[in-house]
């Protein structure tokens, strides 16, 4: 009888630490999706043609910075893509529609990462005193079809509207042509509505300290840090 009784226990117990763990797996497996679907999605936009140099020694801190801070970091590089074909007298169905009619290319695709994007670092090479071509490229059909929003009076509905955009750009030797670049991806952030949250100039004799600014201000951002107001 006894016996009988404390078999019974057992399996209960067993049962019962079964559905426990069964229940625990569940929950973690809840808890992380849950963190993970609301964790700051940070894309690094880049046309940067090389595989090697600063620009990837920077993107390394970049997702350092973001990793530590909680946000998801992704890289997108546009370098390939094709440029603007600058329809009709100058407009096409990214006035109208805001979308581009040669989208397939592999632009719509992008541009669906940014629209998904909560905040992001522009990261080019300076070439010529400005953005590296293919980043160019992007940027021209994209300012297109977000700037336009707001001569409708839906500025919000910029991928770009109120989001947080850090600006690094890396030039060589001469140093030449660093203000003009930053300047340039300013002007654009101004056009789409993004926010920018910062400009960091890299060069071969100042990243070991420049890194670190570029670390701190990618985690500084994940964390959620709002550009204008004091710490
Ligand atoms: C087509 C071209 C144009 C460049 N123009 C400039 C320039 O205007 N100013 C400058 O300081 N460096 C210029 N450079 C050098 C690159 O900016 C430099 O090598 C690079 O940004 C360093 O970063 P990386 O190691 O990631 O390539 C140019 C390089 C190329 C290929």
Known sequence: MYYTIYIYWIKFVKFFLR???????LWIDKFQAMIHDHAMKYLII?????????????????IKGCKDGGADAETLNVGKLGR??????????????????????????????????????????????????????FFDRLRRCEATWQFEGKAAESAFGGKQVLLVASPGGSGNGLLSCLEQMDRFCRHT??????????????????KKAIYAAARAMAEGREAGKSI
């Open 19 to 25: 559905f426990f763990i069964f229940l625990e797996i």
């Open 84 to 137: 603007c074909h600058v329809c009709g007298d100058g407009w096409g169905s990214c006035r109208t529609e805001h979308r581009c009619s040669f989208g397939g290319d592999g632009f719509d695709e992008a541009r669906e990462k940014v629209k998904q994007a909560d905040a992001f670092c522009f990261i080019t090479p300076v070439y010529w005193g400005e953005m590296a071509e293919g980043l160019k490229s």
């Open 193 to 210: 509505g993004a926010q920018i949250f910062d400009y960091i100039g890299v060069n071969r004799w100042n990243h070991d300290y420049k």
């Open 46 to 62: 880049t046309g940067n043609p090389k595989k090697d140099g600063l620009c990837h020694l920077e993107e390394e801190e970049l």
